[in-house]
């Protein structure tokens, strides 16, 4: 168990670029998470798999957002042409299903993904 | 509208001291409260959590203390060290299943420094 790993840590992108981020979670976690935090913030929520599923979509995710996770096991994050504002970093957690009779399981987080937009 | 208010923004504890960061909160449907550590260049650990039916919970040196009609709930660091220095972030979230975890709200985060 290597924990949640992203990569690249850091990438520096022109304004109108296209950039891809990769998450690969603790093995056999069936939950995969997406948040992106900024300077002075805390997390904020983007998406959410289980499994290759993706079940939730935050209203931050524009349409320029999209993310994936076609084998339930790594995801993608990509962002299209990327504006100033999309500078963040954006994060990579995972988890594992609740069993039953245990009170709600602990999301691990990967190192994350420094986006700066020039 | 802020829904998890976290204080202090900053706050600067001396090795051995006690190190206290409180949050609110206004949505009576949390049902979980946990604290994340975040070091720079990092992404956030949980450090402990609470539900609202115990009003107490200490692991080693970090202790929960939740006031539910106050819909108030703090962290404790006993004998704080150099090595806590970070931030801290409170959170909450609806909802007793794991999946809920992706409703995670959180506070604005409390960077704490130690001094040796």
């Known amino acids: 168990d290597t924990g949640v790993s992203q990569n690249p840590r850091h990438k520096i992108t022109k304004r109108g670029q296209n950039v891809t981020f990769r998450c690969d979670p603790i093995?056999?976690?069936?939950?995969l998470y997406w948040y992106r935090q900024t300077l002075g913030q805390g997390p904020e929520f983007l998406t959410y798999?289980?499994?290759?599923?993706?079940?939730?979509k935050s209203r931050l995710l524009s349409d320029r957002f999209s993310a994936e996770r076609p084998k339930g096991s790594f995801s993608t994050l990509e962002i299209q042409r990327t504006e100033q504002g999309d500078s963040a970093m954006y994060l990579c957690?995972?988890?594992?299903?609740?069993?039953?009779?245990?009170?709600?399981?602990?999301?691990?987080f990967g190192e994350g993904s420094w986006l700066t937009v020039v | 509208q802020q829904q998890v208010k976290q204080s202090p923004q900053s706050l600067i504890v001396q090795k051995g001291g006690i190190s206290i960061i409180n949050c609110a909160y206004e949505?009576?449907?949390?049902?979980?409260f946990p604290w994340y550590q975040q070091f720079p260049g990092k992404g956030p650990a949980l450090l402990i959590a609470?539900?609202?039916d115990v009003s107490e919970k200490k692991e080693g040196r970090f202790t929960i203390s939740f006031n539910k009609s106050a819909k108030q709930f703090s962290l404790h660091i006993m004998d704080s060290q150099p090595g806590d220095s970070a931030t801290y972030f409170c959170?909450?979230?609806?909802?007793?299943?794991?999946?809920?975890?992706?409703?995670?709200?959180w506070g604005l985060g409390t960077s704490l420094a130690v001094n040796p």
């Open positions: 798999f289980q499994n290759e599923a993706q079940l939730e």
């Open positions: 949505n009576t449907a949390f049902d979980y």
């Open positions: 957690a995972s988890s594992p299903v609740q069993t039953a009779g245990r009170s709600g399981n602990t999301i691990y």
């Open positions: 609470i539900r609202p």
């Open positions: 093995s056999e976690h069936n939950r």
């Open positions: 959170a909450a979230s609806v909802g007793r299943n794991a999946g809920n975890n992706r409703k995670l709200i």
